[in-house]
C-alpha cells in the first residue's frame, strides 16, 4: 500500500523568506505522482502543485515548488518568499496505486508564517 | 464556475440516527471522491465513483457506510447507526476523468453526540 510520511507536525518560517516542509512516500507502482495541498483554517483543500514520477524537471507553481528526489523518495515542497497567507497546513498526498485515482495523504504540516 | 458544494455544511445527530451528506460535484467532472478528515489528521479516502459506479470503495470503514450517484453527477454519502467516532469533517472532490487535479468541497462536519 501507498504511504506518506510527513515528520514536521509543525513548523514556524519568518515572511519573506523561504521554507522546506517535507515529505516522503513508498510506492510500487512504477508510476506514480505526488500532490501538495494547502488547507487554510476555513477548512477548503486547496491544490498546490503536482510532480509525475517521469517528470524530468521539477514542477514550480509561483511561489511553490517540488524538490522531487526520486532515489530517496522524497517530493519537499519549498515556498518561497513566505507570506502571512501562507499559514495553514500542507498535506503530501499520492495515489492509493496502480489505476487508482483517489489519494493516500499524509498527517500533514502545520506552517505558520511570522510578521 | 461553481466549485465543489456540500450540504449541510453542519451535521450534529445522536448516536443511532441516520444521516445523508450531499456533495455536487463541479459540472462536466465524472469522477468524484469521498474523504473523512478526523482532527488533526489528513483526508482518510472513502470511496471513488467513475460516472455512475463505485470504481473503488475498499476505503468504507464498514457496512454503516454507503454512498450512491445515481446520475452520474450529485452524490450521497449514507451513514446508517451513527457513532461517537463517525464524528468528522466528510470532505467531497471531483475531478475531470483524464485530469490529475482533485478539486475539494468545503466539507461536512458531522458531530454524533
Known amino acids: 500500500a501507498q504511504k506518506i510520511t510527513q515528520t514536521q507536525p509543525g513548523m514556524f518560517v519568518q515572511e519573506k523568506e523561504a521554507v522546506t516542509l517535507d515529505c516522503t512516500y513508498d510506492?510500487?507502482?512504477?508510476?506514480?505522482?505526488l500532490f501538495w495541498y494547502k488547507q487554510p483554517s476555513s477548512g477548503e483543500m486547496i491544490f498546490l502543485i503536482y510532480q509525475g514520477s517521469y517528470d524530468q524537471q521539477n514542477a514550480t507553481e509561483g511561489r511553490y515548488s517540488l524538490n522531487f528526489q526520486k532515489a530517496r523518495k522524497s517530493a519537499n515542497l519549498v515556498i518561497s518568499a513566505s507570506q502571512l497567507g501562507d499559514s495553514a497546513m500542507y498535506f503530501c498526498?499520492?495515489?492509493?496505486?496502480?489505476?487508482?485515482?483517489?489519494?493516500?495523504f499524509g498527517s500533514g504540516t502545520r506552517l505558520q508564517v511570522q510578521p | 464556475g461553481a466549485g465543489v458544494s456540500q450540504t449541510p455544511s453542519n451535521k450534529v445527530t445522536e448516536k443511532g440516527k441516520y444521516v445523508e451528506l450531499r456533495c455536487d460535484p463541479i459540472?462536466?467532472?465524472?469522477?468524484l471522491y469521498w474523504y473523512r478528515q478526523s482532527l488533526g489528521q489528513g483526508p482518510e479516502f472513502l470511496i471513488y465513483f467513475q460516472g455512475t459506479g463505485a470504481a473503488d470503495d475498499s476505503g468504507l470503514p464498514n457496512d454503516r457506510f454507503f454512498a450512491v450517484r445515481p446520475e452520474g453527477s450529485v452524490s450521497t454519502l449514507k451513514i446508517q447507526r451513527t457513532e461517537r467516532g463517525d464524528s468528522a469533517v466528510y470532505l467531497c472532490?471531483?475531478?475531470?476523468?483524464?485530469?490529475?487535479?482533485?478539486?475539494f468541497g468545503p466539507g461536512t462536519r458531522l458531530t454524533v453526540l
Open positions: 510506492t510500487s507502482d512504477p508510476s506514480y505522482g
Open positions: 498526498a499520492t495515489p492509493r496505486g496502480a489505476g487508482r485515482r483517489a489519494l493516500t
Open positions: 472532490a471531483s475531478s475531470l476523468s483524464s485530469g490529475n487535479e482533485q478539486f
Open positions: 459540472s462536466g467532472h465524472t469522477a
